[in-house]
């Protein structure tokens, strides 16, 4: 994944950023965050701000317990033995809500659904 892909899928709504607070991705890792058209934050990329490679996106439905994220499959172990050694399960987004993973194009996909607030072609969320 480029970034210049990340950004557009995003309609470029970026509405934050800042450095990236773990080791796993190296020293010029940045977070950039996003917002959907309602003005509601809604996903991130962390990328790289010397070679612009993407690390990481991740998606959260505004209001709804439903988070997707892709990790470029070079730095996933380093990312899940960092989480691990943080005592963080890799694949929690927040309180009870574990990330979906989905490959690169699906993750470009859902960015630019959920930037648009259209959620038709994600998946139904499990009820408990």
Not at 106 to 117: E, I, K, M
Request: hydrophobic share 40%; net charge negative; charged share 20%.
């Amino acid at each position: 994944m480029t970034l210049f892909e990340a950004i557009t899928a995003f309609k470029a709504r970026v509405c934050a950023g800042t450095d990236y607070g773990w080791d796993c991705y190296g020293p010029n890792a940045r977070y950039i965050d996003f917002a959907d058209a309602d003005g509601l934050e809604c996903g991130s990329i962390v990328h790289d701000s010397k070679t612009f490679e993407v690390y990481e996106l991740t998606l959260a439905i505004p209001g709804q317990d439903q988070a997707f994220r892709w990790i470029n499959p070079a730095y996933q172990t380093a990312h899940d033995q960092e989480a691990t050694s943080r005592g963080i399960d890799p694949l929690q987004a927040w309180d009870h809500v574990q990330f979906i993973v989905v490959d690169e194009s699906t993750a470009l996909r859902y960015a630019a659904d959920v930037g648009d607030t259209y959620y038709d072609n994600l998946p139904v969320p499990e009820t408990a």
